[in-house]
């Protein structure tokens, strides 16, 4: 300020720029503390979902129906290596007998029903089949098109395997009472015959 520069001798000037300068940069330190602080959040709340989903063997999914095009976040590669793939892709590994329920409660949807829940078979690479229970929520624009899907996939295969299991345990008693229950009746039949003769009048 003394020498002719940028103020020219106006100390108010320059108090003033100062002023607006410490201010700007006082802003810039608070808002870049800021976004550090909701980056620190963001990462915590993704590390806390990746567990979640990861302790309950599960992955989110986003689809967008416009491009056909479905993204996941799979941390256990449940459907391996299909992290992106098209929807005709998806749905081709559903199995045939789930295939038209699950692609009904896609394509039902609207904006007053927005959500689902089914549980299906899909194939993997490898042939294994794992059953997933899915949940979904669609957004539509104002004209009612659905333009977005998202949810969340949960691998169930081990208590749909127990479940048939135990089904299989019930076929199994069954047939066994079943078998039981003939075998049984074949000897006491020639019995019965024979305490019917004895108690007879007529009996020698």
Do not use: C
């Amino acid at each position: 300020g003394h020498g002719g520069g940028l103020f020219d001798g106006d100390v108010e000037v320059a108090q003033a720029f100062m002023l607006v300068s410490s201010l700007w940069a006082l802003t810039l330190a608070v808002v870049l503390e800021q976004q550090r602080r909701a980056s620190d959040k963001v990462q915590l709340s993704e590390r806390s979902m990746r567990a979640a989903l990861a302790a309950g063997r599960g992955f989110t999914f986003d689809y967008d129906p416009l491009a056909d095009f479905v993204r996941r976040a799979d941390p256990d590669q449940i459907l391996a290596p299909f992290m992106e793939e098209s929807g005709a892709s998806f749905f081709e590994r559903v199995l045939p007998e789930d295939r038209a329920r699950l692609q009904h409660a896609v394509t039902s949807l609207s904006p007053g029903s927005p959500t689902y829940d089914e549980t299906y078979g899909s194939r993997r690479p490898d042939g294994r089949i794992v059953w997933l229970q899915e949940r979904g929520i669609a957004e539509f624009d104002e004209t009612g098109t659905l333009v977005r899907l998202q949810g969340l996939t949960m691998d169930v295969t081990a208590r749909r395997e127990a479940e048939e299991a135990l089904r299989e345990a019930d076929r199994k008693k069954d047939r066994f009472i079943a078998t039981l229950a003939h075998e049984l009746r074949n000897p006491l039949a020639p019995i019965r015959t024979a305490a019917d003769l004895l108690g007879s009048a007529k009996a020698g």
